[in-house]
């Protein structure tokens, strides 16, 4: 085996697991201050985007849309932490985990169809 190769593959490893360590730190850190695990938020920025860019589309005006964007997904995003997410406080994380990731789903291919 060439000794560029086993560098090579030794740094794609330590970049993966680098990776990998960012995100179990950035979960554990969000699970263990507020208690929720969401995997839906990547679909709500997602969101957030399309809102922004269909308000600037529609209206030509980037400031409005840079204001009523981010409302937008906020008002989704609260609707549903109150009726999908907050019944399942209290019970085991595997059932947030779950719904989370079936919103995202949700959301990504909600996107995708319109």
């Known amino acids: 085996m060439d000794l560029s190769l086993l560098l090579t ?6 970049t993966i697991g680098s990776a990998l360590i960012l995100i179990a730190s950035g979960l554990s850190l969000t699970f263990g201050v507020m208690g929720v695990l969401n995997f839906a938020h990547g679909g709500l920025c997602m969101l957030g985007a ?15 849309s840079l204001i009523l964007a981010p409302l937008l997904v906020a008002g989704i995003g609260f609707l549903m932490e109150a009726f ?15 719904l989370t990731v079936g919103l995202a789903m949700v959301i990504a291919n909600a996107v995708l169809l319109v």
């Open 84 to 98: 999908t997410i907050r019944p399942l406080y209290g019970l085991n994380p595997l059932y947030q985990l779950l």
């Open 9 to 14: 593959n030794l740094l794609y490893g330590i």
């Open 50 to 64: 399309y809102f922004g860019y269909t308000l600037v589309q529609v209206s030509g005006n980037f400031w409005l």
